[in-house]
């Protein structure tokens, strides 16, 4: 079968609480840490309301390009449990194919509990479980006929699944938004792939971490942190290192692109009430991707679809309930 999209990477089931009793603090003195969600220690912490959906990189990614009229395709591991059966049950509902999945015997299948705050921030705690399984073999690569591969977040052998994924970047476009855990344990692994990545998107604070990082690129700089501030300096570092297109999103402050050639930037869309902001990265890189596709190439316009979706994301509970249908939008296309 031929796909627009294969996403790969996580599919977990999300358990969302949310409380009005945490505080935000600055903490800017450390530029990898810049805002901290603190609780009292010891305290017993009063929930609003709570709630079950689905998420994970890959997942979110599939559906957003699924309700958008891609032929999009999830490839993903869950546990042989229930759990695992209702991740694949809403994929399929959503129209993703998921003849991809792997089913890991023995195993359970992800989840994240995500606690949202004052402002609808929030802080995700993860448990990786059958993702950390995840395998992409060669073969599988090689009948696999698609425009785009979409990677998400990693674990388990991840630097060996990517080796894997770059070794075809001239039969795909490759998009990669990367996870936690390549970004803490494997920064010069990133800057030296990034040169097989057609788009490569990252939050402020991860592209920041990324360029810290990089003792060749810091130990130029007597003003670390003016340096660190400048958003076109942070595109123009990520750049260097070789992707067709360095992406930053930004949370409030919207979100800007750098081709090599020109940078782009994209404001915030307020449009209805602000509910969460789970998953608004995912709905802002695949539309992104999605909008290269139907835009043929320009970056402005998938930018602007990126925000629509993501202020459609974000005024809706969970990951996936707000992201926009094709019909929703094709005045656009």
Known sequence: MKYDIVTIGGAVEDVTFHTAEGILIDNKQD???????????????KVKSTHTTFGGGAANAAVAAARLGLKSACLCAVGD???????????????????LVQTIKGETSGFSFLLVGPGDEHVIFSSRAANAKLTVPAGLLDDLQSEWLYVTSLSGQWRATLKTIFKYDRRF??????????????????????????????????????????????????????????????????????PGTAVITRGKQGADAYDGYKFFHANIRKEGKRVNTTGVGDAFGS?????????????????DLGMRNTAAVIAQ??????????????KLL
């Open 31 to 45: 530029v990898l840490r810049q805002r901290l969600l603190a609780f009292e220690y010891g305290a017993k912490i």
């Open 173 to 242: 476009k490759i998009a990669w938004n990367p996870g936690n855990i390549q970004l803490s344990e494997g920064q010069s692994f990133i800057r030296n792939n990034l040169a097989k990545v057609a788009v490569f998107d990252v939050n402020e604070d991860e592209a920041t971490e990324l360029v810290v990082a990089d003792q060749k690129v810091m130990r130029r700089r007597q003003q670390n942190a003016k340096f660190l501030n400048n958003i076109h300096n942070l595109l123009t570092v990520i750049k260097s290192y070789g």
């Open 317 to 330: 509970p969970g990951a996936q309930a707000g992201l926009l249908r094709r019909e929703e939008i094709k």
């Open 81 to 99: 449990d229930e759990r695992g059966k209702k991740i694949v049950a809403n994929l399929q509902a959503e129209g993703v194919d998921t003849s």
């Open 287 to 303: 539309s992104f991707v999605c909008g290269l596709k139907f835009f043929n190439g320009h970056i402005g316009q998938a930018m």
